[in-house]
Nanobody
Framework: QVQLVESVGGLVQPGGSLRLSCAAS??????MGWYRQAPGKERELVAR???????NYADSVKDRFTISRDNAKNTVYLQMNSLKPEDTAVYYC????????WGQGTQVTVSS
């Protein structure tokens, strides 16, 4: 069946880096991305990437985060650099194939 499995997040100090991965199964998705939801906030798009490699980023993460995908492994990544406390959230993998699919969410905490 179609499934998105995310890597474990973690605790990172401000200014640090973390890479998330999301392994998809079942199909090759046309668009994959990452959303996040911070405490008391609505879920928001962080980054997305199409099968053609076009990317889109939230202004808040632009130039700090990089989304990429490995179609051979059917996996999407989110490289997060220069992390800030405001990046603390549950990060959800998202992908589209006929409908939206979601990963289970992984907690990323940025704190000293």
């Amino acid at each position: 069946q179609v499934q998105l499995v995310e890597s474990v997040g973690g605790l990172v100090q401000p200014g640090g880096s973390l890479r998330l991965s999301c392994a998809a199964s079942g199909v090759i998705f046309s668009t994959m991305g990452w959303y996040r939801q911070a405490p008391g906030k609505e879920r928001e798009l962080v980054a997305r990437i199409t099968s053609g490699g076009n990317t889109n980023y939230a202004d808040s993460v632009k130039d700090r985060f990089t989304i990429s995908r490995d179609n051979a492994k059917n996996t999407v990544y989110l490289q997060m650099n220069s992390l800030k406390p405001e990046d603390t959230a549950v990060y959800y993998c998202n992908a589209w194939f006929a409908r939206q699919f979601w990963g289970q969410g992984t907690q990323v905490t940025v704190s000293s």
